[in-house]
């Protein structure tokens, strides 16, 4: 499963990228609020994530942490919560679902198992709080 481990931590330097551009509202070389396909650091990331699926290729399964990246790193630079949760529940954690059945890889199972309830769970809480303000 090197196409998952490799997407793991470049993913994790993702989010260490996208943790900083929140807090300073763009990361060097990029204005504020900037577009992710106008991002070089965007492109920098999908085409680290590509250069995995190619060097990693082991048939179509190991395709699917590539591709679950890519969408991911579209979803996240967004930076819209409700687009992200959309993104994630419905596209990657089904995708990298399936990466880990095929791979055996209970942890990562069990990771978009609880991935993907933890969204639901923030989806019903978020629509409840809502429904109990109309009632009020």
């Known amino acids: 499963a090197y196409a998952g481990c490799v997407c793991n931590v470049i993913g994790a330097l993702l989010r260490i990228a996208v943790y900083f551009r929140d807090k300073n509202g763009a990361l060097p070389g990029e204005k504020r609020g900037t ?7 965007f492109w920098g990331f999908c085409l ?5 699926g190619a060097i990693t290729y082991d048939g ?16 996240i630079w967004n930076a819209d919560a409700v687009f992200i949760r959309k993104m994630n529940f419905f596209i990657c954690s089904p995708m990298w ?12 199972i069990l990771t978009e198992v609880f991935n993907m ?3 639901a769970v923030s989806w019903y809480r978020f629509f409840a ?7 009020e």
């Not at 577009?35 to 650091?41: H, I, K």
């Not at 680290?48 to 995995?52: D, H």
């Not at 679902?97 to 990562?108: D, P, Q, R």
């Open 97 to 108: 679902l399936t990466y880990n059945i095929c791979s055996l890889a209970v942890a990562g």
């Open 117 to 119: 309830l933890s969204v």
């Open 60 to 75: 179509i399964v190991s395709l699917i942490p590539p591709v679950a990246m890519i969408v991911f790193t579209y979803a």
């Open 48 to 52: 680290a994530f590509a250069v995995v």
């Open 35 to 41: 577009a992710p396909l106008a991002s070089v650091w």
């Open 129 to 135: 709080g809502k429904n109990r303000k109309k009632a």
